[in-house]
C-alpha cells in the first residue's frame, strides 16, 4: 500500500472516532467567541480536535498540525495535517444535519489525502491523489460540465458582516442566472458533494485552508475543477 493510501486509512479511522464522539451532542453548549459574536467554537469543536491531535501525535510524531482552533506544529517528515474538528458549527449547535469533520494532509506537492465525514447524514467523502475519490465506498464523479442555467450551486457566507454585503450583492446577480442555489451550511461537506454530483457547482469567499483542504483533493480527484 503507498503512503498515501496509509494516510488516507488514518484519516478515516480518526474522522470516524472524531464523528462518533460529536454525534453525543451536549444538552448545553458553551460557546467561545472568535472573531466576531457569529464566529465561535463550541466545547466540542476543541474536544473534537483533541481527540484528531492526540490521535495524530501518537501515531504520527513527526508530522505537522494545522487545526482551526489553534493546533499548529512545523512537520518534519514532509506531512502536515489540515484539520477542521466540526465544519458547519452552527449547523451542529442547532442540531442542523450537514456538519462533518474535515482532516486533510498535504506535502510538497499539494493537498494529497482529504477525508470529510458528515455522520448525522451517513456520508464519509474521501481521496487520495491519483486514486480517485469515494463517497461510503463507492466511485464518484463530478456532473459533466452543463449550462449555467441548469446548474445547482452551493455557496456559504462569511461571519463579517460587511463581506455579508458583497456576497449578497453577488447572489442577486447569479440567483436568475442558474437552476438554484443551495446554502448548507458546511463548505467542506459541500465541495465534497459538488465531487459525488449532488451540486454541479459551489463557490464561497473568504474560507480558510482548514475548510476546503480536504474537499479539494476529493473534488479534484472526482474531476472537478477548484479555482482560486
Known amino acids: 500500500m503507498s503512503e498515501l493510501l496509509q494516510l488516507l486509512e488514518l484519516a478515516e479511522q480518526i474522522a470516524r472516532e472524531a464523528g462518533t464522539l460529536l454525534m453525543n451532542r451536549p444538552e448545553d453548549f ?22 484528531i491531535i492526540e490521535r495524530i501525535r501518537t501515531l504520527r510524531p513527526s508530522d505537522g498540525l494545522l487545526g482551526e482552533e489553534g493546533a499548529a506544529r512545523e512537520s518534519e517528515s514532509g506531512y502536515t495535517w489540515v ?5 458547519g458549527t ?3 449547535l442547532y442540531g442542523v444535519p450537514g456538519w462533518c469533520v474535515s482532516i486533510a494532509v498535504k506535502d510538497n506537492d499539494g493537498y494529497a489525502v482529504g477525508v470529510v465525514y458528515s455522520p448525522a447524514t451517513h456520508s464519509l467523502w474521501k481521496a487520495a491523489r491519483g486514486h480517485g475519490a469515494f463517497l461510503n465506498g463507492h466511485p464518484i464523479h463530478c456532473n459533466d460540465p452543463v449550462s449555467l442555467d441548469r446548474a445547482l450551486v452551493g455557496t456559504g457566507f462569511a461571519y463579517d458582516t460587511k463581506r455579508r454585503i458583497n456576497q449578497a450583492e453577488l447572489v442577486s446577480k447569479l440567483l ?13 461537506a459541500d465541495i465534497s458533494m459538488v465531487g459525488s454530483g449532488s451540486l454541479d457547482a ?4 473568504g474560507v480558510n485552508e482548514w475548510d476546503y483542504a480536504a474537499a479539494l483533493v476529493i473534488a479534484t480527484e472526482a474531476g472537478g475543477k477548484v479555482t482560486r
Open 30 to 51: 458553551v460557546l467561545d467567541h472568535k472573531s466576531n459574536k457569529l464566529d465561535f467554537a463550541t466545547q466540542m469543536d476543541h474536544k473534537s480536535e483533541a481527540l
Open 83 to 87: 484539520i477542521d474538528p466540526i465544519d
Open 90 to 92: 452552527v449547523n451542529y
Open 176 to 188: 436568475p442566472k442558474i437552476r438554484d442555489l443551495r446554502r448548507l451550511g458546511a463548505c467542506a
Open 202 to 205: 459551489f463557490l464561497e469567499a
